[in-house]
């Protein structure tokens, strides 16, 4: 499983990969971490002609904590948001969800831009972008454009991003008192794709759930906001019962696809199941 | 002295310098957590290539036109060659046995000629510089195919209306067999009770760490060929390769140095292999090929595809009186050769039920081709199913007349001085301990304790279950397993042994190491035989031109087989050393013996060492008598006599949690208490136990090659084929009992394959166990989460 | 900038010394440490970033070598199984490794031991069940785990032990 020949480009700046992207179109593809690109290359199920490594692109890296939001840079690496104080302090969703994707090796060199460039439907950051209303700032010769995260996520392996740009960064709102957040996934072993996961943000303000995102991953070709069961939730007392009452609805808002794991029926149990465990453990849930 | 002396044995074994029983580290392990080891895919040669293969991504397809001119004139590209070139040099091969009446397999060659039959066969190979050149390559040849319906639901198999593989077969049937006492339904018409069950069991594979690889080296100028090989069976390769390649056997050697693990993955003949012989034969240079993961998920044998109807008569107090079961399997398009498909369902139709007291035992084998991977055996051929029926049906009926699972197996367990005697369907057993196992096993696991905090968890609405499993494991094979039915596999084995010039002990023996720890255990007898330090003691493994004809490691045979033949070198070369000693200190052998490596005059301390008798026969002869000649070298072969198998036995329990809710089971821990006879090293068998426990697991929990309805493996990659890792498995405790076998001095039995053959079994039983209280039932491995949801009625 | 190119010229370092070569862009690190620099410690299992057979530290932390090019590693330092055994740092856990039989075949063990040393590194004294975890991504076929686990706990029981002395 060799990978077919390429072009190896390494621009040492947003501006040099734009061009690289704009010579090349869609015979090139970006390399950031790798570790889900390069196994493509290695199946021979991707064959682009040419490679832009981003890794030595200083200004796609760095967690700033600013005013108004956290800003990630695409480069931000795994581990770094696994280790990072900021993180845990402020968007502490992503700091539960970093343990579950794969392992260490892997988490030292994915990045969170590669992550969601790639959109795979079970991956965990995609689902806590949404769930914590991130923007995404992507790049190309034109300038600057921003897409909510909850518009970013096109399908399997398809996001907004077109051709020519560059997914640079993420900006996420910084939490207000009462927010509360919940992670979970079933995986068969630990640090495989879920076989369905829930990223949940929201606020349990007043003892009242309100602003909720609830995100699936692993149901569907995309992460899937579960429009029926948030508003069952909003409004409602912050407790088990009222979570336990919602569950049905995700009947509607979840349209799972049977993969190895199981049929569509299996994949709604199992959601149901996952949300009523988690969404518990949101801060303020009695 | 006797070999069946059992003072000599107990001198032997029991002294204190000696090393059987000892838990000795490994000599050779070092060396590979220092990243030293020598696997096929290190060795280079010079002007070595590299074979890559075009492989058909049909189940089943005619080849209309096969084009490689655009393919051979890309960089780095040495030779392209068709299935029909490769067999103008290697001949055809047939996985028949004769002793398995009946068993048909068409000559299968090494790639697809006109008909390709699995997705994954191979069709075209790539010779090139490198392997990414090879595989360049391969993505420019062009085949035609043309789709021919598939053959892929062993049920269906056998219709008429079903696609046959084979046009010179009437059938897609492979083999059949029926076992019967006679008695069956007389005993299912009185009995008190009859359980009825199906129990199905998926395709799953070996998984290797290290793929499989072979290096050729054929040299035009002596007619001979080098194989590096990552095999089992060297010897058996060396028949192989110089029968198909018409090249004479003494002029083809097989080396077999490191081996990323094997479980009887790495002892069946390739065609990717054997093909890659031949392009040396016919390159006149090395050819490496070093199979890729997604090729080994494709053409690495599978296995364990069983779907079992099962009937258990008891009476009133449990007491089994006949099984019966029905065990239709589907392999590949071919029998696999040497050792033939056959055998798995051969096992299951011989040892299902084995532990067991009752007399009636009827029991039919199906065996199907079809268009789907090759399937031979992978470690414990056939026993995880044949002890996971068994032991699913006697938990079946234990539950239905109120009786506990241990006191149900006490009941029926054969007793343990009733041997010799036979299991219902005529398997001989010598002496085995299902009781006292079964005792041990029960202690270790702290059972009543387990059975109360189960239920006092069960009213926290928290589903504990726990499992059993005894079983037996064939071990020690004598000719009556493969050689009987034509296949040329040695079930001798054979050691020569010799005291070198500086003192030190070589012993070359014919089983081979792949990390269990042969070469270890192998030191350990040669130096209790010889009384030295194992620090002495160089073992010499997996060359064909270096060590005596054998069979190499399979079916739990080193230890017993291969160490019986060292244990008898070992005394023999003893032997002529005392009578060397005796002339060199002038006084007679039997008041010599040889301690700490000195030969010294029995009770005393007067002597001289080995080294300073060594260096006098070799470079002193003046010395010596002018009619004594030492010989310090010996050979001695050792075969099973009595017995068609040497049976050990065990006894294996599992505590594990189900989540309801999820379906997920949650293993908590694992026991195994194994007899697999006189215990070399504890440590050893302990760790053959935990990582064949593992791989039943996997069987168990998790794996499963699974095909779509085109014959397409949908799971062929590490991510989606689940192979257990470490946060999932518990900790399992190993105890041991010692039943030592008297077809031989040492009295081992093997000890590699009991743990995979008796864990499922205990997995099924400790999920159905849980799930009892709720009247669902699991009858399918692997059991995963949306198995134990529909039980539960909940998906 | 230079354009995009088929063959590179790379210098880094690897077990402490210095290496220059051209290479294929598409030549992964570990194929280029195995043939290139006949380093055949850093064994390669599955090629898509799963096995952990090929694991091995760049820039002091571990990484899968099949997922990354050797063009990506110039200017990096790289450590294999073989750096790591001739300047003794892992001496401890390989020789826990051979007591407990913590390895059979040897095929994943260098990926293990790279692991066990990045655990051992920021996590001195991990329970069971964290070795467990951090093990996670590396397949062992032969041992089941247990002994693995039993070697790692050891070497992190008696570094805590001298360091309390």
């Known amino acids: 499983m060799k990978a077919p020949r390429f072009a190896y480009a390494r621009p040492a700046s947003v501006a040099e990969a734009l061009a690289l992207l704009a010579e090349h179109k869609d015979e090139a593809r970006v390399l950031a971490g790798g570790q ?66 794969a392992h260490p090796a892997i988490r030292n060199r994915g990045t969170f831009g590669g992550s969601c460039a790639l ?26 454009r921003r897409i909510a995260a909850q518009d970013f996520f096109k399908g399997l392996y398809a996001t907004a991003l077109k051709a020519g740009e560059l997914l640079v960064a993420a900006e996420f709102p910084l939490p207000k008192p009462a927010d509360a957040s919940a992670f979970g996934e079933l995986a068969r072993r630990h640090g495989d794709y879920a076989m369905v996961g829930v990223a949940a943000h929201g606020s349990t303000q007043g003892g009242k759930f309100s602003d909720m995102r609830v995100v699936f991953f692993g ?31 995700l009947d509607a808002d979840l349209s799972p696809r049977a993969d190895f794991h199981g049929s569509a029926a299996t994949k709604r149990h199992l959601a149901k199941v996952l949300a009523g465990r988690v969404l518990k453990q949101m801060e303020g849930v009695s | 002295m006797s070999e069946f002396d059992e003072a ?19 000599p050779n392990a070092r060396r590979l957590t220092q990243g030293r080891g020598q696997y096929v895919d290190d060795i280079v040669l010079p002007r070595m290539v590299h074979v890559a293969y ?27 060659a068709t299935g029909a070139e ?100 007389a005993a299912m018409k009185s009995a008190h009770l009859v359980v009825e069950d199906t129990i199905v069991f998926g395709r799953h594979t070996g998984v290797t760490m290290e793929p499989r690889a072979i290096l050729a080296d054929y040299n035009r100028a002596e007619e001979s060929m080098t194989v590096y090989h990552c095999g089992q069976s060297p010897h058996m390769m060396q028949g192989i ?92 398009p071919y029998s696999m050769f040497p050792r033939s498909s056959g055998v798995e369902c051969n096992q299951v139709l011989n040892l299902t039920g084995g532990p067991y007291k009752h007399k009636e035992y009827r029991a039919r084998g199906t065996v199907v081709f079809q268009n789907k991977n090759m399937m031979c055996q992978y470690r414990a051929v056939g026993h995880p199913i044949a002890v996971a029926v068994a032991e699913h049906m006697v938990d079946q009926a234990a539950a239905k007349l109120g009786i506990d699972p241990a006191e149900m197996r006490k009941r029926n367990l054969i007793a343990d001085d009733a041997y010799p005697c036979k299991s219902a369907s005529g398997m001989r057993f010598e002496a085995l301990s299902h009781h006292q196992c079964m005792d041990k096993l029960l202690a270790l696991m702290k059972y009543d304790g387990l059975r109360r905090e189960q239920s006092d968890l069960r009213k926290k609405g928290v589903y504990r279950g726990i499992g059993l499993s005894s079983f037996i494991e064939v071990t020690n094979p004598s000719p009556m397993f493969y050689g009987v039915g034509g296949a040329r596999i040695a079930a001798q084995d054979g050691c020569t042994i010799k005291l070198d010039a500086n003192g030190a002990i070589v012993a070359a023996t014919g089983v081979t190491e792949q990390g269990q720890g042969t070469e270890t255990i192998m030191a350990q007898i040669a130096a209790t035989a010889l009384g030295v330090e194992m620090s002495c003691v160089k073992v010499l493994t997996g060359d064909t031109d270096k060590v005596p004809y054998g069979g190499g490691t399979w079916a739990s045979r080193a230890a017993g087989i291969g160490g019986e033949a060292v244990l008898q070198a070992g005394l023999a070369l003893k032997a002529n050393i005392l009578q060397a000693g005796a002339v060199i200190l002038k006084t007679s052998a039997s008041d010599l013996d040889i301690v700490d490596g000195r030969v010294v005059k029995k009770g005393t301390e007067q002597g001289i060492t080995l080294a300073e008798l060594a260096r006098i026969c070799y470079y002193r002869g003046n010395e010596l008598p002018v009619d004594f000649q030492p010989e310090l070298v010996v050979t001695r072969h050792y075969r099973v006599k009595d017995y068609a198998f040497v049976f050990s036995n065990g006894a294996q329990g599992c505590s594990l949690e189900v989540d309801i809710e999820t379906g997920f089971v949650k293993l908590l821990k694992m026991w195994c208490v194994d007899d697999c006879g006189r215990v070399i090293n504890p440590k050893l068998v302990d760790e053959q136990a935990r990582g064949g426990i593992v791989q039943g697991i996997g069987g168990a929990l998790y794996e499963q090659c699974l095909y779509d309805d085109r014959g397409q493996l949908l799971n062929a990659t590490m991510a989606d084929y689940l192979v257990p890792m470490a946060a999932e498995m518990p900790d399992i405790e190993c105890a041991h009992v010692e039943t030592p076998t008297k077809t031989s001095m040492l009295g081992a039995k093997g000890a590699g394959e009991a743990g995979t053959g008796g864990a499922p079994a205990a997995i099924m039983n400790a999920v159905n166990d849980a799930l009892r209280p709720l009247e669902a039932k699991v009858t399918s491995q692997p059991i995963t989460p949306e198995i134990v949801l529909r039980a539960l009625g909940k998906a | 900038m230079k354009a995009a190119a088929e063959t590179l010229e790379v210098s880094l370092t690897v077990n402490g010394e210095a290496v220059k070569r051209s290479v294929p862009a598409r030549l992964n690190l570990a194929d280029f440490l195995r043939i290139e620099l006949e380093l055949t410690g850093t064994h390669v299992g599955c090629e898509h970033g799963v096995c952990g057979a090929c694991t091995l530290r760049v820039d002091g932390e571990i ?103």
Request: charged share 25%; aromatic share 4%; hydrophobic share 45%.
């Open chain 2, 241 to 332: 390769i110089a029968s198909r390649l018409s090249l004479d056997e003494h002029r083809v050697r097989i080396v077999a140095r490191d081996v990323g693990g094997s479980f009887g993955i790495k002892i069946h003949t390739y065609g990717d292999e054997i093909a890659a012989c031949a392009l040396s034969l016919m390159l006149g240079r090395p050819v490496k090929f070093a199979a890729d993961r997604l090729e080994s998920f494709l053409s690495d044998i599978h296995a364990r595809d069983h779907r079992v109807k099962a009937k258990l008569a008891v009476d009133r107090d449990g007491n089994m009186l006949a099984l019966e079961i029905d065990d239709l399997t589907g392999i590949g």
């Open chain 1, 36 to 101: 889900s690109l390069v196994p493509m290359l290695n199946f021979r199920v991707a064959a682009p002609k040419v490679l832009v490594d981003i890794n030595r692109i200083a200004a796609l890296t760095g967690i700033k904590v600013s005013k108004n939001h956290l800003r990630i840079g695409a480069l931000v690496r795994h581990v770094e948001l696994e280790r990072s104080a900021d993180i845990a302090r402020h968007l502490p969703l992503i700091a539960a969800a970093m343990p579950h994707v």
């Open chain 1, 119 to 144: 959109a795979d439907p079970a991956a965990e950051l995609p689902a806590c972008a949404i769930a914590l209303a991130a923007i995404f700032v992507v790049a190309s010769k034109k300038g600057e």
């Open chain 2, 86 to 185: 490769i067999a103008l040099v290697c001949k055809p091969y047939v996985g028949v046995l004769t002793h398995l009446q009946g068993m048909r397999s068409p000559p299968q060659y090494p790639l697809a000629i006109e008909v390709a039959r699995w997705q994954g066969e191979p069709v075209v190979a790539v010779v090139a510089q490198s392997r990414a050149e090879a595989e360049d390559a391969v993505d420019a040849v062009e085949v035609r195919y043309e789709e021919l319906p598939a053959a892929l639901d062993a049920e269906r198999a056998l219709d008429p209306s079903e696609t046959k593989i084979h046009k010179e077969f009437d059938s897609n049937l492979c083999f059949q067999r029926t076992v019967d006492t006679g008695g069956v339904d």
């Open chain 2, 54 to 80: 075009v492989r058909s991504p049909h189940a089943h397809a005619k080849i209309v036109k096969i084009e490689s001119k655009k393919a051979a004139a890309m960089p780095g590209v040495v030779r392209i």
């Open chain 2, 8 to 26: 000599a044995k107990t001198l032997l074994f029991d002294a204190p310098n000696s090393y059987v029983g000892r838990s000795v580290t490994r």
């Open chain 1, 219 to 249: 149901v569907a070709d995309r992460p899937q906001r579960a429009a029926e069961f948030e508003a069952a939730l909003g409004g409602q007392a912050a407790a088990a019962r009222t979570i336990a009452a919602a569950l049905p609805r």
């Open chain 3, 63 to 165: 990484v899968r070598g099949c997922l990354m090019f050797a063009a990506q590693a110039d200017g990096c330092t790289v450590d294999t199984i073989e750096g790591l055994s001739d300047s003794r740092e892992i001496e401890e856990l390989q020789s826990a490794f051979v007591l407990t039989n913590a390895l059979q075949c040897g095929f994943c063990t260098p990926g293990v031991l790279m692991a066990a040393q990045a655990l051992l590194r920021d996590e001195p004294n991990p329970s069971r069940e964290r070795i467990r975890e951090y093990l996670s991504g590396n397949y062992c076929r032969c041992t089941g785990y247990q002994a693995i686990v039993d070697a790692i706990e050891a070497v992190a029981k008696a570094r805590a032990a001298r360091s309390v002395r």
